[in-house]
C-alpha cells in the first residue's frame, strides 16, 4: 500500500517552519513536521512518513484526515480523553468537603461511606473513601481517645508540672 498521498496543504514552507518553531507539545510538533515533509516533498507515502516521524502509519492517516476535515486547527486541537469517571463525583466531594468542616463531621471512614450511600446513592470502597478524604481533601478524622469518668483532672496536671524532662 505504498501509494502517493493525496493531500492538499494549504500553508507555504515558511509558515509551516514557523509553525513548528511555536509549537510548545511534541505532539503538535510531529503533526506538523508530517505537514512539512509533505510539503518540501521530503515523504511521498505515507509508509515513508511513518517511518521517519516513528509513529504508526494508521496514527499518519488519523492526523492526515484531521487536516483534510478541519484544517490546522482541528490537526493541532488538543484534546482530553474522558477516561473513566470518578467514583465519587466532585460535587459530592464539595459536599464532603462542607460536612468535614462542621464540628460534628465524620467520625470514620465507614461512616463516611454510609453517609455517601444514604445521601447520594454512591456506593464507594473502603479504600476509595479514605483517599479522596485523605489525600485529595486533605482531611483528617480525628476524634478525640475516649477518657476515663474516674479520672482525675487534678492528678493529671499535677504529673505534666513535676515530670523531670530527661
Not at 496514527?59 to 474522558?82: D, F, H, M, P, V
Not at 444514604?118 to 483528617?140: N, P, Q
Request: hydrophobic letters at 35%; a positive charge; charged letters at 30%.
Amino acid at each position: 500500500m505504498c501509494r502517493v498521498i493525496k493531500l492538499e496543504i494549504n500553508e507555504t514552507q515558511a509558515e509551516l517552519q514557523e509553525l513548528l518553531r511555536e509549537q510548545k507539545t511534541g505532539s503538535g510538533k510531529e503533526r506538523v513536521q508530517a505537514l512539512y515533509l509533505l510539503k518540501t516533498g521530503q515523504v511521498e507515502t505515507v509508509q515513508h512518513l511513518a517511518v521517519i516521524l516513528g509513529r504508526g502509519r494508521i496514527t499518519i492517516q488519523r492526523w492526515l484526515k484531521l487536516y483534510r476535515e478541519g484544517g490546522l486547527s482541528n490537526l493541532l486541537c488538543a484534546r482530553k480523553s474522558s477516561g473513566r469517571p470518578k467514583k465519587i463525583p466532585l460535587d459530592v466531594r464539595s459536599q464532603i468537603q462542607k460536612e468535614l468542616s462542621y464540628s460534628s463531621g465524620f467520625k470514620s471512614y465507614e461512616e463516611v461511606r454510609t453517609w455517601l450511600l444514604a445521601e447520594f446513592g454512591v456506593e464507594a470502597s473502603y479504600k476509595v473513601v479514605h483517599e479522596v478524604v485523605r489525600y485529595k481533601l486533605k482531611a483528617k478524622l480525628k476524634a478525640p481517645r475516649p477518657r476515663s469518668v474516674k479520672q482525675n483532672k487534678g492528678a493529671e496536671e499535677e504529673f505534666k508540672k513535676n515530670f523531670l524532662h530527661c
